[in-house]
């Protein structure tokens, strides 16, 4: 007898605590929502933020304010996430860059599987292999030609360790079987520079950066990073088309919670997250910086962060490449 009252009591209290995370759900957000940005104001990520943040705010009736906490190439923002209360008030838009290749390569102060849970993937981009219009190549085939003709000459510019621009670099050497040098700048807009002014024979650069550059004939571009071709420059074929095959490589953005938010306020966001991806100015707006609106629920997110972990942890150790590179 006593165990039934248990069991019964037990039940009570299993369906209370549904009815209870529903009923927050439903409630949510009863107030402003903090979006912690780990890069600078006005960079590619803060925008991004600010355009899916501002559709939120329509669709919640509370305002979602962007906070950007920059600094060791996103470490400092991951950190700050991390010590967030898990109330479901403070969410992160994290990166290829600060979610992957910092831990992989640098001691961090975060775990992204321990302190984080992962709401969604929302956006992702390729990059675009380009070169200066003095190189006497006119394709992915002509370039490794000449790599192989010249080991050890030709060089590639990286916007520092370990960001796309980088390991892509690494990943087209191995799979090239090409021997080219890397050199590292500190930013994107130094390495265009160097690349269009003949001083870097190529780059696996942002596509955005670029964009006005290749339309003024100022550079070359000869493909794409990414698996497909892009929306953005359909006209590029990609690297896999082109002789490299099993190349693919994008830069991506997903939504975070610090850990222990509760799963029904995750599924409340991941949900609003859908609607706001497919809204037709919010893909336009990204669209304008060559970054495509995706979704993913958090299950999907999360097997995704896995595998590019797998993917670039390889790639890495193989490759013995360090964070000061």
């Given at each position: 007898?006593?165990s039934?009252?248990?069991?019964m ?20 957000p009863a107030k ?15 925008v ?5 943040g ?11 304010l ?5 600094g060791?190439?996103?470490?400092l ?5 991390a ?10 838009l ?8 910092n831990?992989?390569l640098?001691?961090?102060?975060y775990?992204?599987d321990?302190d ?6 929302i ?8 070169t ?6 006119k ?14 000459v030709?060089?590639y ?18 799979l ?7 050199v590292?700048?500190q ?6 520079a160097?690349v ?8 696996f ?7 006005e ?12 990073t990414?698996?497909?071709r892009?929306?953005?420059?359909p ?23 610090p850990?222990g ?7 409340k ?6 609607r706001a ?7 336009k ?14 299950e999907?997110?999360?097997?995704f ?10 790639l ?10």
């Amino acid at each position: 007898m006593n165990s039934i009252k248990y069991g019964m009591v037990t039940s009570a209290i299993a369906v209370a605590a549904l009815m209870s995370g529903a009923v927050q759900a439903q409630a949510y957000p009863a107030k402003p929502v903090r979006f912690v940005v780990t890069y600078p104001a006005g960079g590619s990520s803060d925008v991004m933020a600010r355009i899916i943040g501002k559709k939120l705010t329509e669709l919640w009736g509370q305002n979602v304010l962007v906070e950007s906490r920059p600094g060791a190439a996103g470490a400092l923002g991951m950190e700050y996430a991390a010590k967030q209360a898990p109330d479901g008030y403070t969410f992160l838009l994290g990166n290829f860059g600060p979610v992957l290749a910092n831990p992989l390569l640098n001691k961090v102060k975060y775990n992204v599987d321990k302190d984080f849970v992962p709401v969604g993937q929302i956006t992702r981009a390729a990059n675009i292999l380009v070169t200066p219009n003095t190189l006497p190549v006119k394709s992915v085939k002509e370039l490794v030609a000449l790599a192989k003709k010249q080991p050890g000459v030709l060089t590639y510019a990286t916007s520092g360790p370990g960001s796309m621009s980088h390991l892509a670099g690494e990943m087209f050497k191995r799979l090239a079987k090409v021997d080219i040098i890397t050199v590292p700048f500190q930013g994107g807009v130094y390495s265009i520079a160097a690349v269009q002014g003949g001083h870097i024979m190529l780059m696996f650069s942002d596509a955005q950066p670029v964009m006005e550059n290749l339309r003024a004939g100022k550079l070359k571009a000869l493909a794409v990073t990414s698996a497909e071709r892009t929306p953005f420059t359909p006209e590029l074929p990609t690297l896999a088309e082109q002789g490299i095959t099993g190349f693919a490589a994008a830069n991506w953005w997903g939504i975070m919670f610090p850990a222990g938010v509760q799963k029904s306020i995750v599924d409340k966001v991941s949900t609003d997250l859908g609607r706001a991806l497919g809204d037709a100015e919010v893909k336009k707006n990204l669209g304008l910086m060559a970054i495509e609106a995706v979704y993913s629920s958090p299950e999907q997110f999360g097997a995704f962060i896995k595998s590019e972990r797998k993917l670039w942890g390889d790639l890495i150790r193989e490759a013995k490449i360090t964070g000061t590179q």
